[in-house]
Each structure stands twice: as C-alpha cells, then as structure tokens.
C-alpha cells in the first residue's frame, strides 16, 4: 500500500479518525473548518459515518478510500468529512434519520451523505462499492453523478436539501401526557411469544442480535405472572447463545450478532455494551434458576472484560475489531489441521465437542462456500457429547477446560483483531452497573473492585467541572457528554451503591440525576441527545427513543430516574421518569418490543415496589444481605444503615432510615412496600418469609 502524508484527521483522538488519517482523501473532521471550506470553494461535502471495528467500513476503505482515483476525485469536487459514529452519537443520529427515510428505513454503517455546505443533507446511502456491479451503483458513479447536479441543477439540489431538512426538523419527539398502562407489559411478551425461535431461541431469523433487554423483559414477566414459557423461551435464547458461536468458548465473551439464524457464524467484533448486556441478563437467569451455565457465562464475559477491554486507568475500552490480517474472523477460527497439531490424540474429541468438520463449518459471507475454517460452538451440551462418547461428563468437562487453555495460548500468538481503545462514559456506565451485580451476585470481589475502579475514572478523569464527557483516548478527555452518558452512568452508580454501600455514589447519583433533567429534559418531557449547554448546534434536535442493540436514552434515563426516585425518595426524579414514559404512552403500547427497556422503568411506576433496609455494621450485615442477593428481586431498592458515625453518610443522603436502626442490638431488616412496612425482623429466615409476602 502507498504510504501518504497525513490528512487532517492525524490530529483526531479517535481510533476510526486516526485510521484514516493517510488515505489520500483528503478527510477533515466534523467541524466549521470543514463547512467554511465547503463555503469558499462552493463544494459540496462527502460526510462519511462509521466506527473503528465496522467490517464493512473498513471494505470502503480499501475500495475507495484507498483507490488514488477516487481519492483524486473527491479532494477535486468534494470537501470530505469523517465522523466517528461513536464520538458523535448526536451527529450519528440525525443523519441516519435521513439515511433511513430515503432507503426504505434500511440504514447502517458507513453512512454515506452528501451535503450542502450549509450541513443539510442533499442525498443518502451506505456501503458503496468502487464501481457499478451486479445491479447497484458504485461510489464512482454517484460521486460523478452529484458533480454533475451540483453544476447543473443546484438550485434544485439545494431545494432537495431544505425540503430534507424542514422534514427532519418535524420528526422531534412528540408533545404528550399519554395513560401509562400494565397492558404494554402483557403485549410486549405476546409480541416476543409470537416471533420467538422455537428451535434456536431468540426474536429474529437473522441477522439475529441478543438484544438482553428483551430477554430480560420476558423474565421480568415471569416474574410478575409466574407464566413459565415466559422462562421457558428466555432460558432456550440464553443457552443457545452461550452454546453457539456468538460465544468466544476460547477467550470468552459474545461477538455483535449472529449472521445466521444458529447462532452459529457471528459477525465477529466484540462490543463493551453488548458484554455488559448480557451479563445483566445471564445474572437475571441464575438467580432465577441457579443454574451454573447463566454463572459460568457471567464469569466467562467478566473474564473477557477485565483481561482485553480494560484500560489502564481502570475503564473500559469500546471494542475489538472483526478483522484481523485483513480476513474477518481470522483470529478465531480454526482448522481441523491446527487442532490436531495443538491438541494431537485429543483433536477428534474435541471437534466432536465443539461441532468442527474437515470442510469447516465457517461459510463465506459472500460466495456461503465453505472455508476449511471452524467456528467453535456446541452443537449438543458437555453431558451430551460424553453420554454419546461413553464418557462421565466431569471427564469431558476436564479435557475442554485444558484444551481451551492450549488453544488459548496459541491463539495469543496470532494478530490480534484492532482494538478500539477509546473509553465511551456510556459504555463504561453499562459495564459498572453489570460488574457490581456480578460481583455481589457470584461473590467475586475482584468485579466489585473493577466497577468501582471504572466509576472511579469516569467520575474524576471524565469530568469538566462537573460536567460529564463523553471520550477519553490516551490521556485526552472531551466531547460534553450526551443523553445517553448521563443514563447509563446513572443506573451504573445505582448498581454499584447497591454493591457496596458506598453512599458516595448515591451523592454523585443525585448530582447527575438533577444535571441531566436539566441538561437533556425538554418540556414536552423527552430527554434529548445534546445538552442545552452544547456549543455544536446541529441542523435538529434528536432524541433516542428506541431500544435497539442498545437501549435508548429515554428507556435508561427513566429507568434511572425512576429508580433513583424511590431509592432518595425525592419525588423529583421519579416524575421525571413518568414524564418520559407518558410522552411515550401511546408506542408503548402499540410497540412495546420497541422499548423492551423503557418496560423495566415501566414497571417500577405501575407494580409495587419494595424498599428494604438493612440496619447493620457492614460485618454483620452479610447474613442479610446474602439472603437478598441470592433473589431475583427487580422492582427493590436496598439501603445498608450502619449504625453511628459509619451511617452518617447514607442518612444525609437518605434522612428516612434515620429511625431504621438494629433491634436489641442485632441486624434488623426493614420491608416496605406500597408505603407500607412490615415490623423489623432479625433472623434469616423471617426475612426470606417477607420477600415471598
């Protein structure tokens, strides 16, 4: 590949920017330098959308970015431009509104826009291939196509741009105070009941993506009604995708989605949220059925987490790439051949046991031929594959534990996929609030510490004044954070408090709670994605209202909110939540699956809600606490008071558990629910007898 000078984007923090920064486009980043330049030499602007681990991004790249031809072209009639979507989620969203409306609702990464110099957007797309092939137009041929409107018709290409824009600017989150309703939470499970795999498990055909908060949204359900195929369809989704080759059995955790309706051929990049939502849900499923798979997947993603994705700071990283050695998934595949070299008398078994074949089992994505490379998964359970190999399954649990460690090692010798090394507020948020549940769940102290090391930097080094930000790379922090950090840092801090009683976190929680009504709410009662203090005003105002891969905005700030709420008792948040969720009414019900997360902050305003405190030194509190901990318990809030000094803390934050004190001089725990609370009790199994009540 020709080496080229650095283009403007060298300056850039972003692993996605800085991966451009030498192709012979002349990229600029998003800003009024790139504008004003449009402006002068009457261009028109290229903006290109995507992320540092998107596959098909880097396909563009090496197609057209790379091409001098086109190169040439684009720096002759374009100024272009660079975002990194996960940098700007607030760019990110208002032109993939756009993208969608003028493909039929389809959109994704790289976005592909033209622009007037004034930022409004003329036309849209998004993965191009150089040239015109098989029937879809080529990016040479659209590029040429815009010059020549742009010289021809341009009053009409501007026209075009303004009638985009003045729509788009319509599209704002609606004026309502809708009637909240429990049937949204009965739809929600019809609809899932009615699109569920009855042999894979899951929601979709494929692309299937987790999507955790519907599952947690159906055990939720169970919960409430105690409908067991509620569980039922929940359980088989968790237990394919840990079986199947979404799951990295070697270096543990999940990759994006699934490209098959098997979960067997993931699309291979391995996201921070996606590890902290399925924690949430295998931790969900364990304590609802204490079965050791949903503990031993748990341990496997935190495994991952804090050995590839931790910062050294104590953070997250985003994500790790789906490439590697410019072949997708190369990294993790393997071939019949290598595993008889690595695991030789063995390598029989083990490809029975994790469903390798001489052919491979790896498909190309494009061609669907074979590729002589496996993806390891379990095409049938460790008790299953011994019964039939006339083995005791502790045996063969044995064996694929030390085979996974001699492929691990190997595969450490191989080119790692790119690691997109930038920490994300938000991201890091989810992954907080994951690693304090796992660490009290599974009793592992070592989760715990994480949590409150990531939260630690989140809080300190993200931080402007007490403003939070939404990037750190490398030393540099910036980018005011949007919606979305403020949410998920939120809920992270609620999880954590509840983990280890620190009352700092509730005092941090309240801060950012009122920051972000303030911040983000608008009077119609939706959270939108920029600050009102932002500097960078967009063409429109977004807000994120639907949980996709990831939930949105609106479902995690009220799910925060609601929860901060009655955990504080200030009536102040959990308004705030209903107020979102009523803006919201009317799609809740009629497309409840939509906001399968906004259902979780649903439920805290229309079911009953407990609130338990346990008064105790934190010695003597465990007994209690435990008793908590081993519970599926999702609408209660927990408080420790400890007794004297040690409590201050808690009490200035919480002044109503001022009178919650031990009995007699022994841990007591307060029950309340519906305002209503029962008498202390201080014996374990008087305790358990009020959480079944």
């Known amino acids: 590949m020709t080496e080229h000078k650095a283009n403007a984007l060298a300056n850039e923090s972003s692993p996605y920017l800085l991966?451009?920064?030498?192709?012979?486009?002349?990229?600029?980043?998003?800003?009024?330098?790139?504008?004003?330049?449009?402006?002068?030499?009457?261009?028109?602007?290229?903006?290109?959308?995507?992320?540092?681990?998107?596959?098909?991004?880097?396909?563009?790249?090496?197609?057209?970015?790379?091409?001098?031809?086109?190169?040439?072209?684009?720096?002759?009639?374009?100024?272009?431009?660079?975002?990194?979507?996960?940098?700007?989620?607030?760019?990110?969203?208002?032109?993939?509104a756009v993208t969608q409306a003028l493909n039929d609702g389809r959109g994704g990464w790289p976005m592909s826009l033209w622009l007037t110099p004034d930022r409004k957007p003329v036309t849209a797309g998004t993965y191009f291939p150089p040239q015109d092939q098989m029937g879809r137009t080529g990016f040479m041929s659209v590029l040429k196509?815009?010059?020549?409107?742009?010289?021809?018709?341009r009053e009409k290409l501007v026209q075009q741009a303004a009638e985009i824009t003045d729509w788009l600017q319509k599209q704002g989150a609606p004026e309502g105070d809708g009637e909240l309703s429990v049937d949204a939470l009965e739809t929600n499970f019809k609809t899932l009941s009615n699109s569920f795999d009855e042999r894979y498990g899951g929601f979709d055909r494929a692309p299937k993506f987790p999507t955790p908060h519907r599952i947690q949204s159906v055990l939720r359900w169970y919960k409430h009604t105690g409908d067991k195929e509620a569980l039922r369809m929940a359980e088989h989704t968790l237990q394919q995708m840990s079986y199947g080759g979404i799951h990295d059995h070697i270096g543990g955790g999940f990759h994006r989605y699934s490209t098959d309706r098997e979960?067997?051929?993931?699309?291979?990049?391995?996201?921070?949220?996606?590890?902290?939502?399925?924690?949430?849900?295998?931790?969900?499923?364990?304590?609802?059925?204490?079965?050791?798979?949903?503990?031993?997947?748990a341990h496997n993603i935190c495994a991952y987490v804090l050995r590839d994705l931790r910062d050294d700071g104590g953070a997250f990283h985003s994500a790790e790439?789906?490439?590697?050695?410019?072949?997708?998934?190369?990294?993790?595949?393997?071939?019949?051949?290598?595993?008889?070299?690595?695991?030789?008398k063995d390598a029989d078994l083990a490809a029975f046991t994790w469903g390798c074949v001489e052919a491979g089992n790896y498909f190309d994505e494009s061609s669907r031929e074979r590729t002589g490379a496996n993806i390891l998964h379990l095409p049938r359970t460790i008790a299953e594959s011994a019964k039939q190999r006339d083995l005791e399954e502790d045996t063969l649990r044995r064996m694929v534990f030390e085979w996974r460690a001699k492929l691990f090692d190997l595969r450490c010798e191989r080119e790692r996929p790119l690691l997109d090394d930038k920490v994300l507020a938000d991201w890091n948020g989810l992954m907080i609030g994951a690693l304090a549940r796992a660490g009290s769940i599974l009793n592992e102290p070592t989760y715990l510490t994480a949590a409150q090391e990531a939260a630690e930097f989140v809080l300190t080094k993200m931080s402007d004044d007490g403003r939070l930000l939404h990037r750190y790379r490398a030393g540099k922090v910036g980018i005011k954070g949007f919606a979305e950090d403020y949410a998920f840092v939120?809920?992270?801090?609620?999880?954590?408090?509840?983990?280890?009683?620190?009352?700092?976190?509730?005092?941090?929680?309240?801060?950012?709670?009122?920051?972000?009504?303030?911040?983000?709410?608008?009077?119609?009662?939706?959270?939108?994605?920029?600050?009102?203090?932002?500097?960078?005003?967009?063409?429109?105002?977004?807000?994120?209202?639907?949980?996709?891969?990831?939930?949105?905005?609106?479902?995690?700030?009220?799910?925060?909110?609601?929860?901060?709420?009655?955990?504080?008792?200030?009536?102040?948040?959990?308004?705030?939540?209903?107020?979102?969720?009523?803006?919201?009414?009317?799609?809740?019900?009629?497309?409840?699956?939509?906001?399968?997360?906004?259902?979780?902050?649903?439920?805290?305003?229309?079911?009953?809600?407990?609130?338990?405190?346990?008064?105790?030194?934190?010695?003597?509190?465990?007994?209690?606490?435990?008793?908590?901990r081993k519970r599926f318990l999702p609408r209660t809030v927990v408080v420790l008071h400890e007794p004297g000094d040690a409590g201050a803390g808690v009490r200035k934050v919480i002044p109503m558990v001022?009178?919650?004190?031990?009995?007699?001089?022994k841990p007591a725990a307060y029950v309340c629910e519906n305002y209503t609370c029962q008498a202390p009790v201080t014996e374990v199994s008087k305790l358990a007898e009020a959480l079944e009540g």
């Open 321 to 344: 790439d789906a490439d590697s050695e410019g072949e997708e998934g190369k990294f993790y595949v393997w071939t019949l051949g290598e595993l008889r070299n690595a695991l030789g």
């Open 19 to 96: 991966q451009h920064a030498r192709n012979p486009v002349d990229w600029m980043p998003w800003g009024d330098a790139a504008f004003d330049k449009a402006k002068a030499e009457n261009k028109m602007v290229f903006l290109s959308i995507g992320y540092a681990t998107c596959h098909w991004c880097h396909v563009m790249e090496r197609e057209s970015f790379e091409n001098e031809a086109i190169a040439d072209y684009l720096n002759e009639h374009f100024v272009s431009i660079k975002v990194d979507r996960e940098e700007r989620p607030d760019i990110d969203a208002v032109y993939m």
């Open 145 to 153: 196509r815009m010059v020549e409107l742009w010289g021809g018709e």
């Open 658 to 665: 001022e009178a919650q004190t031990p009995v007699d001089g």
């Open 490 to 628: 939120l809920n992270g801090l609620f999880e954590l408090y509840e983990a280890d009683f620190n009352p700092r976190w509730l005092t941090e929680a309240e801060r950012l709670g009122g920051d972000m009504i303030r911040l983000f709410q608008k009077s119609n009662g939706m959270l939108y994605t920029q600050g009102s203090d932002d500097d960078d005003v967009l063409i429109a105002s977004n807000t994120n209202r639907f949980d996709g891969a990831i939930p949105s905005a609106n479902s995690a700030g009220a799910y925060a909110l609601v929860r901060l709420g009655r955990l504080l008792q200030k009536s102040e948040f959990t308004q705030a939540a209903e107020k979102i969720l009523r803006c919201e009414a009317e799609r809740l019900l009629q497309m409840p699956v939509a906001h399968a997360y906004g259902l979780l902050a649903l439920e805290w305003l229309l079911l009953p809600v407990r609130e338990v405190v346990i008064a105790a030194s934190k010695v003597d509190s465990p007994p209690l606490l435990n008793e908590l």
């Open 263 to 297: 979960w067997l051929t993931p699309h291979f990049e391995k996201m921070l949220y996606d590890q902290a939502l399925l924690l949430e849900a295998y931790l969900d499923a364990f304590l609802i059925t204490g079965n050791k798979l949903y503990s031993e997947t």
